[in-house]
């Protein structure tokens, strides 16, 4: 870019956001990375919007000058979502935080993209309503949004393309859509709100959202349940899963990550392949609940389940599951992460794990393994360590055989990370020619290849 | 058409399908008209294709010709969806009717797209498991998916939408492309199971659809309470919603609807606004879910709930609900029917539908009111006699008055049935700027507006 150019846009954004803008080195390689093992790639301006229109403004300069737009939430994406492959302008959404209503009548709730979950969560406290995506970490609902996220709740609550009834988008020329509606359902026209979601900021900028809410549970129980091995658990699940049972969530971890989570805060907990579970209704419907997987746990070889219901105590039975990605990552100081996310069907589940282990046993690498099992999601949660030569590459080697298993076993390579530029090279196997009708209609929608460029979509 | 384009697309497709191709007039009448007040406009051929493979020949002969391509299931739609405004080839996909596979383990099953949903229902009685989408005929399950269905079970386990895990679709150029996995979640690129359901046959031919099943409830019970007025009935609806009981069905027929259910089916019944439910879940669950039920309706001065949990009684008790659109229909013999649509936010329907009721005392009309209470979704069903001069322009403009209620109501023009060409004019309305996006969507897809034109989109 010349410096005549760099000039007139810094002028530009100024004269628009005042001190909402921002050139410095150092926010600007803040904001070229996430939380994972992708190299910062650092945009050339940092903005930070505070309305819709704003935004809108800001796209329609960025088309003037033809600089390529990065929307950014909370920055805790792992597939490289966020990278300024070709520098340009990121779009902090941090100040467009305001929770607009909350329609407790209507069982929803509007917020301004950059409104995080825990936020959301402290909101609804005591409403007798809850939001049930949450990923591992406080992401920002516009980001969650983007990546179809989904998390430990997605077994009985879906993912984010369940849980959104309508979008306010800025289109990729500044123009501003509204699509769905408050109404339950709608049969008008194509289904653009679950277009945008999982399009990774690269068909426009969300900058609203409004969100399904579901009654808080009468009870919620916890319960943890030990296995001899990996298979016994994962099957256990499966027989959950497949009977029906509506189970809230179900997730395993294995010998490893029970490991390193007793390290990393202090548990005592058996160091064994151990499912971690929660149960939403009325007591009585959850003691049903806990027979059967009980039944189904000790079939296996599975331990008594343990579990509490009072809050506190809930909690902290769940606390080596809250704390399993940063306690992998602790094993290795000064690591950062790579995380594989295949999703196949559940009855292959046992199989992908099982085969997956013994994959990882012939690299060495040092690679827990935390599992969404009742969705068929889990994620080898792999420190790569900088100082080990080699170590990035066999990862990444390990993930793509990885991949591949899960996709011959039906399934996808990302269940809720989303693409970014960590999975590019997988998208053409796993959608085939329809990859070409994913091409037509970025081509359509952002001619210019201006919003997000070089993500979700693998050259042509 | 001239005689030689006609004669050479006539031997083409005889080379291709041998006799299951036909121009006779009767059977392209029959394939030029829906359940609906919309007169005929019949194709120039209608084809019969077995396999994707045909379908995609098809479509390449039609691409060549430059003729429009109409996709057909039961041929119920209420819109029009059907019409062949152009002329060109309908595609009936009757013999399309194979269920590939019952997947329990999976939870799913996959059928080509001409299997109807009885046929469905028929195949998976005694699985355990059931498809829970069921309009109120016995449509295709492509032809759901195509208009975005749903029906009574809609308030609990959702619309085709949240039904389809994957889709094998013929392009508009003949490509055949997947979208999506057995994998019950993914964040791999854009959403193109979801473009695809409600896409009225525009942007491509459904040909292969995988479908989530649900287990089978331990328990059934169907119950009906009858109410002092519409909106006591409605309030009634809107708290059992608002307070989360996870109801299986909530329907409301008016006191007119009571009166033509009795005298179509020999029923009994109070000739007053009326709730018929369903509840799915083991007995205790259900038990818990009629007293809250109860409790909202004695508030409002509904009757105590009558149930039944055995089969035969069950489905006796639903009968009127069951009957009730034919019921209207012949209260008007040699009528056609018009049914209103709209879908409005739960806490606007007592309002919605009581200020519909004084709107349609004063057109004189007769239309009975048939809802899907619990998504906010009702119907009037109009039968329109073509021997009343000025009933059909009646109908409209009550229709009419009614959508922009519903929009004003932050609502939608059509909860399940679709646009067809029934409801163009009320898409700017209700989408605004989004429209544009939909557009340039199918003019990315299908260049030449060969897939079903005229429909779902109004000229621009």
Same mark, same amino acid.
């Given at each position: 870019?010349?410096?005549?150019?760099?000039?007139?846009?810094?002028?530009?954004?100024?004269?628009?956001?005042?001190?909402?803008?921002t050139?410095?080195?150092?926010?600007?390689?803040?904001?070229?990375?996430?939380?994972?093992?992708?190299?910062?790639?650092?945009?050339?301006?940092?903005?930070?919007?505070?309305?819709?229109e704003?935004?809108a403004?800001?796209v329609r300069?960025?088309?003037?000058?033809?600089?390529?737009?990065?929307?950014?939430?909370?920055g805790?994406?792992?597939?490289?979502?966020?990278?300024?492959?070709?520098?340009?302008?990121?779009?902090?959404?941090?100040?467009?935080?305001?929770?607009?209503?909350?329609?407790?009548?209507?069982?929803?709730a509007?917020?301004?993209?950059?409104?995080?979950r825990?936020?959301?969560?402290?909101?609804?406290e005591?409403?007798?309503?809850?939001?049930?995506?949450?990923?591992?970490?406080?992401?920002?609902?516009?980001?969650?949004?983007?990546?179809?996220?989904?998390?430990?709740?997605?077994v009985?609550?879906?993912?984010m393309?369940?849980?959104?009834?309508?979008?306010?988008?800025?289109?990729?020329?500044?123009?501003?859509?509204?699509?769905?509606?408050?109404?339950?359902?709608?049969?008008?026209?194509?289904?653009?709100?679950?277009?945008?979601?999982?399009?990774?900021?690269?068909?426009?900028?969300?900058?609203?959202?409004?969100?399904?809410?579901?009654?808080?549970?009468?009870?919620?129980?916890?319960?943890?349940?030990?296995?001899?091995?990996?298979?016994?658990?994962?099957?256990?699940?499966?027989?959950?899963?497949?009977?029906?049972?509506?189970?809230?969530?179900?997730?395993?971890?294995?010998?490893?990550?029970?490991?390193?989570?007793?390290?990393?805060?202090?548990?005592g907990?058996?160091?064994?392949?151990?499912?971690?579970?929660?149960?939403?209704?009325?007591?009585?419907?959850?003691?049903?609940?806990?027979?059967?997987?009980?039944?189904?746990?000790?079939?296996?070889?599975?331990?008594?389940?343990?579990?509490?219901?009072?809050?506190t105590?809930?909690?902290?039975?769940w606390?080596?599951?809250?704390?399993?990605?940063?306690? +992998? !990552? &602790?094993m290795?100081?000064?690591? @950062?992460?790579?995380?594989?996310d295949?999703?196949?069907?559940?009855?292959? *589940? $046992? /199989?992908?794990i099982?085969?997956?282990?013994?994959?990882?046993?012939?690299?060495?690498?040092?690679?827990?393994?935390?599992?969404?099992?009742?969705?068929?999601?889990?994620?080898?949660?792999?420190?790569?360590?900088?100082?080990?030569?080699?170590?990035?590459?066999?990862?990444?080697?390990?993930?793509?055989?990885?991949?591949?298993? +899960? !996709? &011959?076993?039906?399934?996808?390579c @990302?269940?809720?990370?989303?693409?970014?530029?960590?999975?590019?090279?997988? *998208? $053409? /196997?796993?959608?085939?020619e329809?990859?070409?009708?994913?091409?037509?209609?970025?081509?359509?929608?952002?001619?210019?290849?201006?919003?997000?460029?070089?993500?979700?979509?693998?050259?042509a």
């Amino acid at each position: 870019m010349d410096d005549l150019l760099r000039q007139s846009v810094s002028t530009a954004l100024q004269a628009l956001l005042g001190d909402r803008v921002t050139d410095q080195l150092e926010i600007r390689k803040q904001h070229g990375a996430g939380f994972s093992y992708h190299p910062c790639q650092p945009p050339d301006w940092v903005v930070y919007p505070q309305t819709t229109e704003e935004i809108a403004t800001i796209v329609r300069l960025c088309q003037e000058h033809q600089l390529p737009i990065i929307p950014f939430g909370a920055g805790t994406s792992l597939e490289g979502h966020i990278l300024a492959l070709k520098g340009g302008v990121c779009v902090d959404l941090r100040l467009m935080n305001q929770i607009l209503e909350v329609d407790t009548a209507n069982r929803c709730a509007t917020v301004q993209a950059g409104v995080t979950r825990n936020q959301l969560d402290a909101w609804l406290e005591g409403s007798g309503f809850f939001f049930p995506i949450g990923p591992g970490v406080n992401a920002t609902l516009g980001g969650m949004a983007s990546t179809r996220a989904s998390g430990t709740n997605a077994v009985r609550y879906g993912t984010m393309k369940d849980n959104v009834l309508s979008l306010k988008v800025v289109l990729p020329d500044g123009q501003v859509i509204k699509t769905g509606s408050k109404a339950r359902k709608s049969s008008t026209g194509y289904d653009l709100t679950r277009l945008y979601i999982g399009s990774e900021g690269t068909l426009g900028i969300l900058a609203e959202l409004t969100l399904k809410l579901h009654s808080y549970p009468e009870a919620i129980y916890a319960a943890v349940c030990s296995f001899p091995d990996v298979k016994a658990a994962v099957n256990t699940a499966i027989q959950t899963v497949q009977a029906g049972v509506a189970i809230a969530k179900i997730e395993l971890l294995d010998a490893l990550m029970m490991q390193a989570v007793n390290r990393y805060s202090g548990l005592g907990y058996p160091e064994k392949p151990t499912l971690f579970l929660e149960f939403h209704g009325s007591p009585a419907e959850i003691e049903g609940q806990i027979q059967r997987v009980q039944a189904f746990a000790s079939r296996f070889g599975g331990t008594d389940l343990i579990w509490e219901q009072e809050e506190t105590a809930r909690l902290k039975l769940w606390r080596a599951r809250t704390d399993a990605a940063p306690a +992998a !990552l &602790a094993m290795v100081p000064g690591s @950062s992460m790579m995380s594989t996310d295949v999703c196949v069907p559940i009855s292959r *589940l $046992a /199989q992908c794990i099982v085969d997956t282990q013994a994959d990882l046993a012939e690299t060495g690498l040092f690679a827990p393994i935390l599992g969404h099992v009742g969705d068929g999601n889990f994620h080898l949660t792999i420190p790569i360590d900088p100082a080990t030569p080699g170590q990035f590459e066999k990862a990444k080697a390990l993930n793509e055989r990885l991949v591949h298993r +899960a !996709l &011959a076993l039906e399934g996808t390579c @990302s269940g809720e990370h989303g693409i970014g530029v960590g999975k590019l090279a997988y *998208l $053409a /196997q796993e959608h085939g020619e329809a990859l070409g009708v994913m091409r037509a209609i970025k081509q359509a929608l952002d001619p210019n290849n201006l919003m997000n460029p070089g993500k979700l979509l693998p050259p042509a």
